[in-house]
């Protein structure tokens, strides 16, 4: 069974940096695909970035790109997300997700097996 734990997450002002990871463990066939989502009050989960995990190619949400950086650590087992600039419209809980398969439906949650529990972002003016 795959587990993601993430860590990472706190509160910061706007115009701030974090930095999400996310440890995955329990795998036993490789993961093609990772990416971060989030999800604020009232809203869907959105997707944010995603890595193909082989060729570490990677996609962006329109809303983060040019200011969030995801990669991935193959030795730690590890996904991270660099968060830039933030904004107060980044506040969000942050999931890390595997078992998807990528392509143009990336950001579609439905094609994830695995999810984390979340790690809250919160950014203040």
């Known amino acids: 069974q795959v587990q993601l734990v993430e860590s990472g997450g706190g509160s910061v002002q706007a115009g701030g940096s974090l930095r999400l990871s996310c440890v995955v463990s329990?795998?036993?066939?490789?993961?093609?695909?990772m990416a971060w989502f989030r999800q604020a009050p009232g809203k869907e989960r959105e997707g944010v970035a995603g890595?193909?995990?082989?060729?570490?190619?990677?996609t962006y949400a329109d809303s983060v790109k040019g200011r969030f950086t995801i990669s991935q650590d193959n030795a730690k087992n590890t996904l991270y997300l660099q968060m830039d600039s933030l904004k107060p419209e980044d506040s969000a809980i942050y999931y890390c997700?595997?078992?998807?398969?990528?392509?143009?439906?990336?950001?579609?949650?439905?094609?994830?097996?695995?999810w984390g529990q979340g790690t809250q972002v919160i950014v203040s003016l």
């Open positions: 890595i193909y995990t082989g060729t570490e190619i990677t």
């Open positions: 329990g795998y036993t066939s490789p993961i093609y695909f």
């Open positions: 997700a595997a078992g998807g398969f990528g392509g143009s439906k990336w950001s579609t949650a439905e094609q994830y097996n695995y």
